[in-house]
């Protein structure tokens, strides 16, 4: 870590809200603080599920993937409106019996569906952005009844912006609104969206407790300007990522591809995370491509690898 890094942890730290923020919502405070499962020392003897499966509320719920199954354990969100049921991102495998996602997602709905004499019809799967470990258990819902699987891609991506245009921009499950905001940096198809409900910012891999890596770095900058911007004008009760790789000692992360993270930051971050990753950006003025900071950290993807990324799809590979 270089002084520079402890310079920015410092600003950081500075404008970052306590844990206590989330004092005043217990349901926030209890997702907060809850231990995942979070992978194995040996994975050849791990017993735990495929996926871990947490009920925030009747119609809200966290899912994440077992770091035994892949290391990437991503998050899934599964949000229930009266007519459709959104689930955001399918996870890192792609084969149901390693990573029964459809059948989870099935069980919930089903759950719902007898305790509740309305429940929705309709199932949405859309993606946070179209890297692999977001979109490998798309195969599981391609052709199921009642399912719109939006296609991740830019054309994918822009074809449904584009029919929500009638409904002012909103995404609308019945009676449950989400705002979705264009986030290009990590990837040019990066989302977020603001859940009216819970007043989530569901970040995707643009901000989460990680290595967060960008493939274009004014993009990025801009994009987490723009979400400042937004949380002041909207109440946003948390922000919410796709993955925890942080350790509980602040500004540390774990090693990348580790399959046992016994000490794991939350996956929780304050809505001040926004101003304290903007700051730490502002502080490279564009030269530094690395901002560490206590909840996150953000390395621009090295040149070389940039350029193959932009080739390959290009070529329709990527
Ligand atoms: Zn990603």
Known sequence: MTSKHLRAIAIASAICASPAAFSADTGNAALASHRWIHGAE??????????????FDADTYVLRQNKCVNYEAPFVFVLFGADTVLVLDTGATRKAERFPLYATVQGLVEERRSGQATSPTQVLVLHTHSHGDHKAADAQFRGKPDVTLIKPNASGLKRFLSSLNASGGLLDLGGRQLQILRTPGHQAESIV????????????DTIY????SVLDWDDYQSSVEA??????????SAVIGSHIEMSDTPGVPYERG????????????PAEVLKQVSAGLAETHGKRREVVT?????RSIPLPARMLIRFLKAVGAG
Do not use: M, N
């Open 227 to 236: 979400l400042v911007e937004f949380a002041s004008t909207h109440e946003v």
């Open 294 to 298: 206590d909840a996150v950290v953000i």
């Open 258 to 269: 580790t399959t046992y993270q016994p000490r794991e930051a939350s996956l929780v971050l």
């Open 42 to 55: 040996d994975c050849s003897a791990d017993q735990d599920p495929a996926i871990e499966t947490y009920r």
């Open 209 to 212: 407790p990680g290595i967060i």
């Open 193 to 204: 969206l603001y859940d009216s409900r819970t007043k989530w910012l569901l970040t995707g």
